[in-house]
């Protein structure tokens, strides 16, 4: 397996414009969270989903942020309009269930808004 | 909900001598402890963790420590190497529904 996937890899957009990161979680796994990580405040769990149905999203922001799991294979982070205080790494995680011990990350994605 | 919070922020050490990491929760009912360590540009990745019911767990040079009464909990590094240079967090979590981590501690190792 080749683990938590996630792209883009590196995103740099315009202060305003839409952006949207994705990630195909483990095959199996069913649970799926998504991470912020900035220096200031380190890893900040956004949401999670379980059976594609998202669970806890009161780390979401604002508004601007939505998340969605289509499927059990795809999730998406979108940021519309995108501030350059959005600028972080974004990482999503995968676990078999949400009872699992070990979190599986993705590689992650470098956004910065300019 | 829970708040983890985690010391020093940045940790510079000598190869050979150890390093502590130390963190504190402030939810009496989480109940499980990983520690993820992130090499620059890539992943967290899990490295050693604990329960509730454990005072203390070790894995060749690295340990961990839980005070539950004083609801803090500490990562040791022995024998320290230049590739135990990284980004270190804590977490907490209470029956690992959710994961709340601290804002990591920068290792570095000098040779």
């Known amino acids: 397996d080749a683990g938590v996937i996630q792209s883009p890899r590196h995103e740099v957009t315009e202060m305003g414009q839409e952006v949207t990161l994705r990630c195909k979680p483990i095959s199996g796994h069913n649970s799926l969270f998504w991470y912020r990580q900035t220096m200031m405040r380190g890893l900040e769990l956004l949401i999670y989903?379980?059976?594609?149905?998202?669970?806890?999203d009161s780390g979401m922001p604002e508004d601007r942020f939505s998340a969605k799991m289509p499927n059990a294979s795809f999730s998406t982070l979108k940021i519309q309009p995108s501030e350059p205080r959005d600028s972080a790494v974004y990482f999503c995680?995968?676990?078999?269930?949400?009872?699992?011990?070990?979190?599986?990350f993705g590689s992650g994605t470098q956004l910065s808004v300019l | 909900g829970e708040n983890v919070e985690q010391h020093p922020s940045t940790l510079s050490v000598q190869e050979g001598d150890s390093a502590v990491i130390k963190c504190t929760y402030s939810d009496s009912a989480s109940n499980y402890f990983p520690w993820y360590k992130q090499e620059l540009g890539k992943r967290p990745q899990l490295i050693i963790d604990i329960r509730s019911n454990v005072g203390e767990k070790k894995d060749q040079r690295i340990a961990v420590t839980l005070n539950k009464t004083a609801k803090h909990f500490s990562l040791h590094i022995t024998e320290t190497q230049p590739e135990d240079s990284a980004v270190y967090f804590c977490a907490a979590s209470k029956n690992f529904n959710k994961f709340y981590f601290g804002s990591g501690t920068k290792l570095n190792v000098k040779p």
């Open positions: 989903f379980n059976n594609n149905v998202p669970i806890d």
């Open positions: 995680a995968s676990t078999p269930g949400l009872k699992s011990e070990k979190l599986f």
